[in-house]
């Protein structure tokens, strides 16, 4: 089975920071794929990035990266020069291609901006 | 609209009532997922369409629960007798489900449901 795993339930940056949200996930498989949810309290789920496990490269959205560690099932989020409006829950997700539903979450981190 | 829209906002309800809660999906994406999540916690898989069908109902919590698609398009997830248990927000999301693609979900804005 697989699971992902973030480790830090609650994040605090100041404003005009950088921050980075960790993320781990089990899995047998060579191929899938990773994304970054951000959950404001309008409860909207908004897709914040997401990376190819075939990909060497890391992606990069604006503001936002991660650091794709394959080897070491590591997939973090960092934050670069933090917004208010990046307070939110973030979820980390992996899916396998072509699977009915393999769409596994993590448990979230709660990022708080400090003006 | 361009996104995934779900009805009601809210719903509460008493204990022992029967709730539909409604998922309109992107158009033209031919997948929808339904999940539940209860407060402070990740997101739990309920059941996926693909078309009219269900292939995995597997994340069903009880046989209460119940999700209907029609013209491939609108859902509805159906609890009866609701319990207190029940009460999270049920959040419905969709995909293209095109070959070799991210098949990145899109999420709606979620159902709060509050059993009395």
């Known amino acids: 089975a697989q699971t992902v795993t973030q480790s830090q339930p609650e994040m605090s940056v100041q404003e005009a920071e950088t921050v980075t949200l960790s993320c781990t996930y089990d899995t047998s498989e060579s191929d899938y794929y990773l994304f970054w949810y951000k959950q404001p309290p309008s409860r909207q789920m908004i897709l914040v990035i997401r990376q190819e496990a075939y990909k060497q490269q890391n992606a990069t959205e604006n503001r936002f990266s991660v650091n794709f560690q394959k080897a070491a099932k590591s997939f973090s989020l960092k934050i670069s020069d933090s917004q208010l409006g990046d307070a939110a829950m973030y979820f980390c997700?992996?899916?396998?291609?072509?699977?009915?539903?393999?769409?596994?979450f993590g448990a979230g981190t709660r990022l708080t901006v400090k003006p | 609209g361009a996104g995934v829209s779900q009805s009601p906002s809210n719903k509460v309800t008493e204990k022992g009532k029967d709730v539909e809660l409604r998922c309109d999906p992107i158009s033209g994406h031919t997948a929808l997922y339904w999940y539940r999540q209860s407060l402070g916690q990740g997101l739990e898989f309920l059941i996926y369409?693909?078309?009219?069908?269900?292939?995995?109902k597997s994340g069903l919590p009880s046989d209460r629960f119940s999700a209907e698609r029609t013209g491939g398009s609108v859902s509805t997830l159906t609890i009866q007798r609701t319990q207190q248990e029940d009460s999270a927000v049920y959040l419905c999301?969709?995909?293209?489900?095109?070959?070799?693609?991210?098949?990145?979900?899109?999420f709606g804005p979620g159902t709060r449901l509050t059993v009395l």
């Open positions: 999301a969709s995909s293209q489900r095109v070959a070799r693609s991210t098949d990145t979900q899109y």
């Open positions: 369409f693909q078309g009219n069908s269900a292939p995995d």
């Open positions: 997700a992996y899916r396998v291609p072509y699977n009915n539903n393999d769409m596994r």
